[in-house]
């Protein structure tokens, strides 16, 4: 018996707005493990909408180090990190992850959100400010609304307004915080002038790599890896349940920072550590990115073929050279209407409409994993031609 009471009615009202408005949003229910090759709501799908960017989160070396770590760790961890929920597991993945990214030191979190909301509220309070550029994962503007400093967003990648800011403001202590690769965008974040401002203006420079970690630099060992940038200065922040194929997520920094978030960052603190079986399986992961190359470079051609695919065609691909492809639409109504024309060819691309994008920028959110063949991009590129004259 559905339980009526009279607060629903406004939530109703709000609900059907969006239903109207072309924003309101749908589980898809999936029935198979993660693969371009999906099972959603009953319809077979090919599907450019994950972001396991190496085709690790279904691959069998990992699922049998899980299954050997549950094996050994059983499934929870029982605890929080500094109680008595960190295993020898959870120290050697945090220790493997400062290696690999060229860190002092690691910290492993639960999640990319949770990392990215633990990091801000350590480090600045009243009287500091953060200067985020508008595109920002929401994760980053959340932990930056939590941290009470003073926030300032500059428009996208837009150094000049960055450096007014900075020179403008009086604030003790500074943040820069930046996407490596912009999520919707696909786009990678001028790393090294944000840098060189940082070192101008006395700030540290948080960097979320989510979607350039395991993808890009020397043996995918991310954004500022590909740059050549190391600094005191930088904090950054990878995901792992991208291309890195689990879940979870860490920062690197100085040990000094790393150390400081042990005894602040609340979502740290006061969470269930994850469980150690996943620990482990990332070790495996890491692992497997390093020896990434041909991964990699198949998705690179699978790119290429995409750009090459639609070029020439009304279709406008925004500027990338990341596996995010986004193709930008603009009205809600059309980007919803494209995504479901692509669903009856039996593609799955997501449309993605605000708030996670500005209005009138909805677009199609192609992405690529090593996962796909070079005939699953043909595939979407011919669909996609045929669809030109109703659509583009
Ligand atoms: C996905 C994502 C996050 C959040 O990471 P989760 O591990 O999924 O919580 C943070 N920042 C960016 C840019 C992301 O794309």
Not at 103 to 110: M, N, P, S
Request: charged share 15%; glycine share 8%; aromatic share 4%.
């Amino acid at each position: 018996m559905p339980l009526e009471h009279p607060a629903h009615e406004a939530l109703q009202a709000q609900l059907a707005e969006l239903d109207a408005a072309s924003l309101k949003r749908q589980h898809r229910i999936q029935a198979h493990a993660c693969s371009p090759a999906t099972l959603a709501d009953g319809k077979s799908l090919l599907a450019f909408a994950s972001n396991d960017y190496l085709g690790l989160a279904n691959a069998p070396e990992l699922i049998a180090a899980a299954q050997a770590a549950a094996a050994r760790w059983g499934v929870g961890a029982g605890a929080s990190h500094l109680v008595s929920g960190h295993t020898e597991a959870h120290q050697a993945l945090d220790e493997a992850l400062a290696r690999f990214t060229g860190f002092e030191a690691a910290l492993g979190f639960a999640t990319g959100y949770l990392a990215n909301i633990a990091v801000m509220p350590a480090l600045l309070g009243r009287g500091d400010a953060i200067f985020a550029d508008r595109l920002n994962h929401a994760s980053l503007v959340d932990g930056a609304l939590l941290s009470r400093a003073e926030l300032n967003r500059y428009a996208h990648c837009d150094l000049t307004m960055l450096g007014a800011q900075l020179s403008a403001s009086r604030a003790r202590r500074k943040l820069i915080v930046t996407d490596s690769v912009f999520s919707m965008d696909g786009d990678v974040a001028p790393l090294a002038k944000l840098l060189a401002l940082a070192e101008q203006y006395d700030a540290w420079l948080l960097v979320d790599d989510a979607h350039g970690f395991g993808v890009l630099g020397p043996q995918g060992r991310g954004a500022l890896a590909e740059a050549g940038l190391s600094s005191g200065r930088l904090i950054l922040m990878g995901t792992l349940g991208k291309a890195a194929g689990v879940a979870g997520a860490f920062v690197a920094a100085s040990r000094t920072v790393i150390d400081w978030l042990l005894q602040t960052a609340r979502p740290y603190i006061f969470t269930t550590a994850t469980p150690p079986m996943l620990a482990a399986t990332l070790q495996e992961a890491l692992t497997l990115i390093a020896v990434g190359d041909e991964r990699r470079a198949h998705l690179q051609r699978l790119i290429a073929a995409l750009t090459a695919g639609l070029a020439g065609t009304p279709w406008q691909l925004l500027p990338s050279r990341t596996a995010i492809q986004p193709i930008l639409i603009g009205d809600n109504a059309r980007t919803l209407a494209i995504s479901q024309a692509l669903e009856a060819h039996g593609l799955h691309v997501p449309a993605i409409r605000p708030p996670t994008v500005p209005q009138g920028t909805a677009r199609l959110r192609v992405s690529l994993s090593a996962a796909h063949t070079a005939e699953d991009v043909a595939r979407l590129c011919s669909t996609l031609h045929d669809l030109a004259q109703d659509f583009a």
